[in-house]
């Protein structure tokens, strides 16, 4: 049967008749034949012959039986499904496994219009965490940290002084890549060792999606020359695999570093509030994307957008400041402190009296 398969395909194809997925009308019928294993199914004929070429079906379908026989009715109205006029309805396209995307709206009704996040990854922020606390270097580690952090800080000034906005922008590009580096090779040693992380996989993704969103939050409110761009692409390309061999190396160290770059950042953003309420820097809008992102006011502006991200650094610091703390090299990763997700982590942190 295989063989026969074979040569009908073979005579079909010199003969210039295809025999993949087609099908012939006449007289508004339509006329299909379909192979469907070693199977041959003639659907339509006419005058005792059999008209139509061969259809090459799925073994495994992902649609159900009754949508495949709506497909195989509207045939006749064209070949292409996707290409089909709608004639002014709304037809909601289906994924690869049949599964149409529900509608999603936001509280009021309206559709909500991101595919980035969604409504249930949106929260407001904790604007009562303490935004002074300071981590005071106690050990040759610590040190090393400590000054790496603010000997980095020299360039960053140079470059960009008091442009907060093109600051934050580059400084987001890099910040997302520890939460990501930490949490796939915790992934990996997961895998390795076969032992649960405590959450904390979960909770340095998370962190690098919410230091993600900052980004997007920033390149609406401040658009990257071109130059801008080249540094981004130097800098991340750098850090990314210079901190990959530290978290290899020292995880322990590595959170550390983490954590003075957030207290950094918390510095910058404060920096850029003060030029906000001097009027240095304009107070427009706030986008549309931190309105739902951070669950805020519709006429909330750019103030509210920097408190809010500033909040969430601080919130990143006293993260990975524990996580320093906690990190044990004896190869259980960090031991105490397990959390199901970043925030989460907020009500073990407030019961740590110095980190």
């Known amino acids: 049967m295989n063989r026969f398969v074979v040569r009908s395909v073979m005579r079909g194809l010199i003969n210039g008749r295809s025999y993949c997925s087609c099908s012939s009308i006449g007289n508004g019928e339509v006329y299909r034949s379909a192979i469907v294993g070693r199977s041959l199914e003639l659907s339509g004929q006419r005058n005792g012959m059999a008209f139509g070429g061969f259809e090459w079906r799925r073994m495994m379908s992902s649609s159900p039986a009754s949508v495949e026989k709506a497909t195989s009715e509207k045939a006749d109205k064209t070949e292409n499904p996707v290409m089909e006029e709608t004639k002014g309805k709304e037809v909601m396209a289906a994924s690869y496994w049949g599964i149409s995307r529900p509608k999603i709206t936001r509280e009021d ?9 969604m409504p249930w990854e949106t929260y407001k922020a904790d ?32 470059f960009f002084q008091r442009r907060y906005g093109c600051r934050a922008m580059m400084l987001e590009t890099v910040a997302a890549v520890p939460g990501m580096v930490g949490g796939m090779l915790l992934h990996l040693k997961s895998l390795r060792k076969f032992q649960q992380s405590g959450g904390w996989i979960k909770a340095l993704l998370e962190e690098a999606e919410n230091e993600r969103m900052h980004l997007m939050t920033m390149v609406e409110l401040v658009k990257p020359k071109w130059y801008e761009r080249l540094l981004v692409l130097t800098v991340q390309g750098v850090f990314f695999n210079a901190f990959f061999v530290l978290y290899m190396l020292s995880p322990k160290l590595a959170h550390r570093i983490v954590g003075y770059l957030e207290e950094e950042a918390i510095h910058s953003y404060t920096e850029y509030l003060k030029d906000i309420d001097s009027g240095a820097i304009e107070n427009v809008p706030a986008p549309a994307i931190a309105i739902d992102y951070w669950r805020l006011p519709k006429d909330a502006t750019l103030k509210d957008v920097i408190t809010v991200i500033r909040a969430d650094e601080a919130h990143h610091r006293d993260v990975n400041h524990f996580a320093s703390v906690r990190y044990s090299f004896s190869g259980k990763g960090i031991e105490r402190g397990a959390c199901s997700s970043w925030l989460s982590l907020r009500l073990i942190l407030d019961r740590v009296e110095s980190v």
């Open 109 to 117: 009704g309206t559709d909500w219009p991101w595919n980035c996040f």
């Open 127 to 158: 604007l009562s965490v303490d935004l002074n606390k300071h981590h005071k270097p106690k050990n040759f580690t610590d040190k090393f940290a400590y000054r790496t952090v603010k000997l980095l800080r020299v360039p960053t000034d140079i």
